[in-house]
């Protein structure tokens, strides 16, 4: 597709279950972040792939929460024994560079609901 | 932590108004953004200013930087409805492989 595809767009979950949300950025985008919103609030940063240098993860708010980029493509965000304040829109972007902090492109998000 | 801070919170224009939007942040950048999220998903990019330019132009916006106060304006010309949405600022660090920082946005509202 042309632009960040993410999936689930909805995904409802039991406390204390794992839930995956992926993201498959533009084509040729070497920069993928991901973010988090909760309701009402502005984007809180969670980890930033670029390239094939070590991921920056200081904002994962926890040891619950992973993320992975495989072939330098799709990302799958984990979050693992969920809580009911993980409940958010998880939003995902690409850009064609990181550095220097180059135009994002978004998908639509995938909104987690934890009961 | 967040850099930017967007103020006002919430802003209500009448359609036809000028709506401002400010934004400060509190390290050195190399750029700082501008975008726009509809209905709490998807954000869409807006504007990009550099932080050697102090002033640019994109249709009906105009954004404004000025490094030493550490602040950024955008201006939205002769709104619409269709302009109502949430505005939200990013920052850029200077570091060169830093992940853009987002505000917590201005709730923009346009009355017809």
């Known amino acids: 597709g042309a632009g960040v595809s993410q999936s689930p767009s909805n995904k409802v979950t039991e406390k204390g279950k794992d839930v995956e949300l992926r993201c498959d950025p533009i084509s040729g985008h070497t920069a993928l972040y991901w973010y988090r919103q909760s309701l009402g609030q502005g984007l809180e940063f969670l980890i930033y792939f670029q390239g094939n240098s070590a991921p920056d993860k200081s904002g994962l708010p926890s040891d619950r929460f992973s993320a992975e980029r495989t072939g330098g493509s799709v990302s799958t965000l984990t979050i693992q024994r969920t809580q009911q304040e993980d409940s958010a829109v998880y939003l995902c972007?690409?850009?064609?560079?990181?550095?220097?902090?180059?135009?994002?492109?978004f998908g639509e998000g995938s909104r987690l609901t934890v009961l | 932590s967040q850099q930017g801070e967007e103020d006002p919170q919430a802003l209500s224009i009448q359609e036809g108004e000028n709506a401002t939007m400010n934004c400060s942040y509190k390290t050195s950048i190399n750029n700082l953004q501008w975008y726009r999220q509809n209905s709490g998903r998807g954000l869409v990019h807006l504007i990009l200013i550099r932080s050697n330019e102090r002033e640019k132009h994109s249709g009906r916006l105009r954004v404004t930087l000025d490094t030493s106060k550490k602040s950024s304006s955008l201006l939205i010309t002769a709104s619409r409805a269709a302009d109502t949405a949430s505005y939200f600022c990013a920052t850029g660090g200077d570091s060169g492989n830093t992940p853009l920082v987002f505000g917590k946005g201005t709730r923009l509202s346009v009355i017809a």
């Open positions: 972007a690409s850009s064609l560079s990181g550095r220097n902090g180059g135009e994002l492109f």
